[in-house]
């Protein structure tokens, strides 16, 4: 073709699929850095057991970052590189090389970040191996077996909490007999405690055929469950388990869905 002259309608569609194809590699790093971004917290969740607030994410939320950056420069550089090849085809200037530098540069750059999440992944299952055993009662539902008592984390504030619980009882139809601020109570006689709470609740329909097969259950019931915050300003949902209740006392198996709802709505409020 001669200089001056008009590209071939092909060199025009051959321009439209590389900027395409860069268009989908762009989207696909995006996608890929919001997956890694949320790696982290998926990673840690699995291997503690435990709910990570996301503002504890790891290395992975910068790497994720990086990728999602990368994403969008490569976007818009091809939209510019487009631009300029085009107004280049209708000059007829198709003689000058273009060296595919941002390609290569976007590779290693990719091989990097590959680099820092194999190192990443390798110092994080190193630390987590080496925490200590005590450790392992921090679940997302523990049982102590020895009293019956389950504990549910909760991802918000004693306060939060019981707000929520109050919230799901009450559109459920189930009676809240008493809410004891226990801390609150300690304050008034100026004892400092950490922020507890037990709220008391049920429903004569579902506990008293409950009660009239085993009777000594109506020292546990109406139900209860107790919301608190640890040492380390966790805050747990604690009730007693529906299988030790019935073992303590006997309860008909057909019954133990009755009192077994306490799981669901302590599972709901921690959410």
Avoid: C
């Avoid at 009730?239 to 006392?249: D, K, V």
Wanted: net charge neutral.
């Amino acid at each position: 073709m001669e200089l001056g002259q008009k590209a071939d309608l092909r060199d025009y569609l051959a321009a439209e699929r590389t900027l395409l194809a860069w268009n989908r590699t762009g989207l696909a790093l995006m996608g890929f850095g919001f997956v890694v971004a949320r790696f982290g917290l998926t990673l840690q969740e699995i291997l503690t057991g435990q709910p990570v607030s996301a503002r504890s994410p790891g290395l992975s939320l910068w790497l994720g970052t990086v990728l999602i950056a990368i994403g969008l420069g490569m976007n818009a550089f091809a939209g510019w590189h487009h631009i300029r090849l085009v107004r280049a085809l209708d000059r007829g200037d198709t003689e000058h090389s273009r060296p595919s530098i941002h390609a290569a540069v976007v590779a290693f750059l990719l091989a990097l970040l590959g680099l820092a999440m194999a190192i990443y992944l390798i110092s994080f299952k190193g630390s987590t191996g080496s925490q200590p055993t005590n450790r392992k009662g921090e679940i997302s539902m523990s049982v102590n077996k020895d009293n019956g008592i389950v504990d549910v984390p909760s991802n918000h504030s004693v306060d939060e909490t019981a707000e929520t619980l109050k919230g799901i009882l009450q559109a459920k139809g189930v009676t809240l007999f008493a809410m004891v601020d226990h801390s609150g109570e300690a304050e008034k006689v100026g004892i400092k405690m950490r922020p507890t709470k037990l709220l008391i609740f049920g429903s004569p329909k579902a506990g008293t055929p409950v009660m009239l097969a085993a009777p000594s259950i109506a020292i546990d019931l109406p139900l209860k469950i107790l919301i608190w915050e640890d040492d380390q300003a966790k805050v747990w949902v604690s009730y007693n388990s529906p299988a030790h209740l019935q073992e303590r006392h006997n309860v008909p198996p057909e019954l133990v869905q009755n009192i077994g709802v306490v799981e669901a709505l302590a599972a709901k409020a921690a959410e």
